[in-house]
């Protein structure tokens, strides 16, 4: 169970330090808006609560109900990015139309995409493994990718693409694509990225900004500057939890974008260490469930929810230190929202569930002496692989089911096609046929059956 020990510990402490820094960071703001200080912590603290309820259903899905759905579910979501772009059902603000209001809390639908196309991207790779070539590990991934990109452009969501583009990466370095594929990627994104400039010019700032934010600070590098003078003035002990002068009203989105800056000035170098620590940790825990895992399944979606995760906390931290360009993704578990924060939790149910299908956490979780809730909360699953979704073609085998023909025999264990020689291949066939009773057809020259 040290997976999920270590998934639950590491996204708990991270919660833990969001929840403070967020009361922390919006209480002063809050006020000068007429509003109780308290107020803006609250609501985050119960959206944490309704995202600790997600994480619960997350760890008790069963992982072969979670491939069954994932289709559907992307279907649900090319719905919903259609209609934020609707006036009157989603709302802009700052200049982009990315969310749908609900009352409470404003839901973003991009941020569901990216969960769904982690988990229908592993579904469709775990699929295709019998027969995986190039094409088959970019078609249709790629297809919907560019599809689910152009709507969030539409919205417009450069930093969604951004994070679409790291579930991207995750599911096809997982599913073996050759290192070249991704320079060819690199390069045709560049070639987009000038493009997307061409077409919107205030792209651009952000590009100058980044490189030299003192050319213009009182616009384009108002943010950054504040933001380095808040990690400045914290140094390597910070001035104390509460004592941030930039809170007040002189750092924008201080409770969501820069909270990593209002990090390094309360809690100095050291708070900022231990964030980037947990991170390790949480992106060491995912790697090592895909490790581990016997599930083809949850080994793709294991490294695409992972590289997303930790991809999108390094691009926030990485552009509040002045090494990467702004773009206005939040810091996961940390960061004031909802959506995002609701969601992020339910991913950390499924990767808890993903570590309980280890073949060592199912024969312990299925022998342990454990107590009623323990067993409510986090149920062993029946087995290391769960079953795949019906099959689409009568002649199609099953998982385990080994086919037989020729000089090989392909396996669907673990998703993934073993070559067997001729006299194991034959061994097998005599074997399955003692066991079923039926008689072994002999083999004609020429290796024909």
Sequence with gaps: ???????????????????????????????????????????????????????VVGMRLPVGLVRRHAPKALVVVFAL?????????????????????????DFQPSELGKLVFALWGAHMLALRERYMTTRALLVPVLPVFGVLSLL??????????????????GLLWAGGLPMRWFGAFAAVGAVL????????????????????????PT??????????????????????????????????????DYIFAIIGEELGFLGCLVVVTLYGVLAYAGFRIARNSADRFVQLASV??????????????????????????TLPLISAGGTSLILTLFIVGLLVRFACSEPAAVEHLRTADRSRLARLLMPAPSSAVDPLPPRRFPDEPAAGQ??????????????TAARRSPARSETARREGSSRTGAPAPRRRPGGNR
């Design 402 to 415: 080994p086919v037989v023909g020729g000089a090989r025999t392909v396996v669907h264990a673990r998703g």
């Design 81 to 105: 990015l259609l209609l934020v772009l609707i006036p009157g059902i989603g709302i802009q603000r700052n200049g982009a139309r990315q969310w749908i209001p609900l009352g409470v809390t």
């Design 193 to 216: 990225v000038g493009l997307a400039v061409v077409v919107a010019p205030y792209r651009m700032e952000r590009i100058t900004a980044f490189l030299d934010p003192f050319a213009d």
């Design 152 to 169: 969030l452009i539409l919205e417009p969501d450069f930093g969604g693409v951004v994070s679409l583009g790291l579930v991207l990466v």
């Design 219 to 256: 616009n384009t590098g108002f943010q950054a500057i504040r933001g380095f003078y808040a990690l400045a003035t914290g140094g390597f002990w910070g001035v104390g939890l509460g004592n941030s002068a930039m809170k007040w009203n002189i750092l924008p989105e201080a409770e969501s």
């Design 304 to 329: 695409a929810i992972t590289v997303w995760l930790i991809g999108q906390a390094t691009m926030n931290m990485g552009y509040v230190v002045g090494m990467l360009p702004v773009t206005g993704v």
């Design 1 to 55: 169970m040290t997976s999920a020990h270590l998934v639950l510990g590491s996204a708990g402490l991270l919660l833990l330090i969001g929840l403070v820094m967020v009361f922390s960071a919006s209480a002063i703001e809050a006020a000068l808006d007429d509003q109780p200080a308290w107020a803006p912590g609250v609501k985050q603290l119960v959206l944490a609560c309704v995202g600790v309820g997600a994480m």
